[in-house]
């Protein structure tokens, strides 16, 4: 993937894309635990979303910009 | 302590200070709440020089706003802040890229734009109304600096975007992971009361009789419930996957619950009808009926409030019911009392059924896991055009007033004293007392401003790094946050810490600079005072004796709506816009009042028969009906619809003509005709303030057919 996106002639980082592709990941995941109660299991749920959308987006960044 | 002098004091162990632990417990939660609001002020601000954003300040400002004690309200908050941003810096390019050379054309354009989005921001409880306010203000905040300029106006609201954005997720994230109060226990607990509140006031009522005033209090109770859960749900779908997956359920189970709550009142209405009438067997028998649902709902204590096993009991009660009305149905003979008999069979089946689903819905709700979906439907508020037109109003003309005295002066910081009018007149609009909360914001932005001036010419010039800047305005910057805390005087807090954050205008590297500082504090006060001004002269609607009665029109008028309005979704329509009309007029009335007693009464009465309405047309609608016989109850609609438009003797005469028509000309049709006797016997109730309205001549009026 590029480093840099054109989109109506404005230039962004390639990493935003990226971002919001991860963010709509999360609100897959959140919907489907929600549903089935996993966050249950979980200590500190919302330490662990955020730190789930940390590595999904820190792995997806890394993996497609490299 | 006891009654009975001890000989020791000490030995009985009584606390020094028995209001020690209450007061340590507010203060630890106050502290917590200062401490997140701290934390996540300065971890923005470093991000933002760190980032070399050109105004951390703004990203600060950004925090200080969207911080609350709860976590889902942060949440919730942001995520309408964040929608807000990014439409109002759309709108603000748009806008100065048509008009980079007419100032005239573009104030007037913004001024616009501000007016709409603060009449928008009436139509929403909660925080999206808050979304409103922002798209407005963040296109002046783009806008307005750039307006020199316009060939920045681009990067100017790339950076603006980017600081509000980067306070949003920051505030976001520190309150949500350090240490959070969650908004979902007390979704839980309310949740949880008003069911065994609901359960046990049905239980408790198998006697049959209950009096109107005792009622009257049950409806508010039940309403401001049904009200207050989905202002809670609003905000806690954003705190929790969990709750968000249940969100339409939840949905649901409010409005089962005001359905069931609207069919228990028109049965204990009924009821209490037919005794006062003298028609005691009728009643008895019903009462006889009604006792079942009484004994499913008693469970051993422990399991009270058990929604599944109560479920399971409902539904065996339902099942056994169409035999007990059968053989409670021989005892009549005359075809008056057997109609009487079931119309209020007809209903109590329709209550245990609906009771019945109620309970179902939430003991789903407790299961840890969901299957399967549900029916989508949605809580309706009821909204006033007129509120929006004089916020849309007000807001104009406080914009183009100060345009206007801008353009003329040349005054070089009109646009700071347009910003905070913009801000407070937006943000104010939906407060009970804007102008009290007004003055209250000025007391404390003055206030802020004042300790900024001290922080910024006294200690900051001597100071260096990031570290020296925490420590010379952390002193200054707790007051804020904990002041706003307290309840005793509300908006100081945040307008202290506004006010001197916004005065500090935080740059890297900073700049000492105090005949703008001195003139920028002139103009932003001045923009406060001035929305002060304009919430004088053109004063809130809501809440005032005109709006009061238009509010109870329109409560009137969802009868109306029943009758005519398409079918539908209409019945979930009717249940939640009757109930949050009465919720928000009831707000602004005395308890206890004359005025607080006829709304209530009023309202009683559009439930009651707003639903016969809805289940007549539902009969219609199932085609179970003849032409004649369908022109006759669509004629009674018709005049129902127009006695509750427009209230009067005459109408009422009217109405009662054509629903006795109707019963006539239904004959073969028991359904239709037991739902026009309950409209009929609606109509006739002499405790509803429809019966001021009832001829003289009529004492002894509903032995119809």
Redesign the interface.
């Known amino acids: 993937m590029p480093h840099e996106v054109a989109f109506h002639g404005v230039l962004m980082p390639g990493l935003l894309p990226v971002v919001i592709g991860c963010l709509l990941l999360m609100v897959l995941i959140?919907?489907v635990?929600?549903?089935?109660?996993l966050?249950?299991h979980v200590w500190?749920?919302?330490?662990f979303?955020?730190v789930l959308f940390v590595c999904l987006s820190g792995a997806a960044g890394l993996l497609l910009l490299r | 302590m006891s009654a009975v002098p001890s000989i020791d004091a000490s030995a009985t162990a009584a606390p020094r200070w028995p209001w020690l632990p209450g007061f340590l417990a507010g203060e630890a939660r106050s502290w917590l709440f200062v401490g997140k609001s701290l934390l996540a002020i300065y971890v923005t601000g470093w991000l933002a020089m760190w980032l070399q954003l050109e105004q951390p300040s703004t990203a600060m400002i950004t925090v200080v706003v969207v911080m609350h004690p709860q976590?889902g309200m942060v949440l919730a908050k942001s995520f309408y802040r964040a929608i807000g941003t990014v439409t109002g810096s759309l709108f603000g390019l748009a806008l100065i890229a048509v008009f980079p050379q007419q100032r005239e054309l573009f104030l007037l354009c913004l001024s616009l734009w501000l007016a709409l989005c603060s009449g928008g921001a009436t139509f929403y409880r909660n925080f999206m109304s808050y979304g409103f306010v922002l798209a407005g203000y963040t296109a002046a905040i783009v806008t307005l600096p750039a307006i020199t300029n316009p060939l920045n106006a681009f990067d100017s609201a790339v950076m603006r975007v980017s600081e509000v954005l980067l306070g949003i997720v920051v505030s976001a994230?520190v309150s949500?992971?350090v240490l959070?109060a969650r908004l979902r226990g007390v979704l839980r607990q309310s949740a949880r009361k008003q069911f065994g509140e609901f359960i046990d006031f049905v239980r408790g009522s198998t006697g049959g009789s209950i009096p109107r005033e005792r009622m009257e209090q049950a409806h508010l109770a039940f309403v401001r419930a049904a009200v207050q859960l989905e202002d809670l749900r609003s905000s806690v779908i954003f705190?929790?996957?969990?709750?968000?997956?249940?969100s339409s359920r939840m949905r649901l189970l409010n409005q089962r619950y005001m359905a069931a709550s609207t069919s228990f009142q028109s049965l204990h209405h009924l009821i209490n009808r037919l005794q006062r009438r003298g028609i005691d067997d009728v009643a008895d028998a019903l009462i006889a009926l009604y006792r079942p649902i009484g004994v499913a709902l008693t469970a051993e204590p422990e399991s009270a409030h058990e929604p599944a096993l109560l479920a399971q009991r409902l539904h065996d009660c339902v099942l056994a019911m169409p035999g007990q009305v059968a053989s409670l149905r021989k005892t009549f003979t005359e075809p008056s009392a057997q109609l009487e008999f079931d119309t209020g069979a007809a209903l109590l089946q329709r209550f245990a059924r609906e009771l019945g689903d109620f309970t179902t819905t939430e003991a789903a709700l407790r299961k840890?896991?969901?299957r399967g979906s549900v029916e989508r439907v949605h809580f309706r508020r009821g909204n006033d055009y007129a509120g929006a037109a004089v916020a849309v109003l007000r807001t104009f003309l406080t914009m183009i007033t100060l345009s206007a005295f801008w353009v003329a002066s040349a005054w070089p910081f009109g646009s700071s004293a347009m910003l905070l009018a913009t801000i407070f007149a937006g943000l104010l609009a939906a407060s009970p007392n804007p102008v009290g909360a007004v003055r209250n914001t000025l007391y404390g932005y003055a206030a802020g401003m004042a300790m900024a001036g001290v922080a910024v010419f006294v200690l900051m010039p001597g100071s260096d790094g990031f570290l020296m800047l925490v420590m010379t305005t952390l002193p200054f910057l707790l007051i804020g946050p904990y002041l706003g805390t307290r309840d005793t005087m509300p908006g100081v807090g945040t307008a202290y810490t506004l006010g001197f954050l916004y005065i500090l205008a935080l740059k890297n590297p900073m700049v000492y600079d105090p005949e703008h500082f001195f003139n920028d504090a002139i103009a932003q006060l001045a923009g406060v005072a001035l929305s002060a001004l304009a919430f004088v002269f053109l004063p809130r609607v809501t809440g005032s004796r005109w709006h009061r009665e238009r509010q109870l029109r329109r409560l009137r008028r969802q009868v109306t709506l029943a009758a005519q309005a398409p079918l539908e979704g209409l019945a979930w329509r009717f249940e939640s816009v009757s109930r949050d009309l009465l919720q928000q007029v009831v707000a602004h009335t005395r308890p206890g009042s004359d005025e607080a007693h006829e709304l209530l009464a009023w309202s009683l009465a559009v439930q009651e028969s707003g639903r016969a309405v809805l289940e007549l047309r539902q009969d219609l609608a199932a085609g179970e009906l003849d032409a004649d016989g369908r022109r006759h109850v669509d004629a009674a609609l018709q005049a129902v619809a127009r006695l509750y438009q427009s209230p009067a003797a005459e109408a009422w005469l009217q109405a009662d003509r054509e629903v006795l028509a109707a019963i006539s000309a239904t004959a073969g049709m028991p359904r239709v005709r037991q739902h026009l006797h309950g409209l009929r016997s609606a109509l006739h109730d002499p405790d509803s303030p429809l019966a001021s309205y009832l001829p003289s001549t009529l004492t002894e009026p509903v032995d119809a057919a």
Do not use: I
């Open positions: 959140d919907m635990a929600g549903r089935l109660g966050y249950r500190h749920p919302s330490l979303r955020f | 976590s994230v949500d992971l959070p705190e929790d996957p969990e709750a968000h997956a249940r840890p896991q969901l």
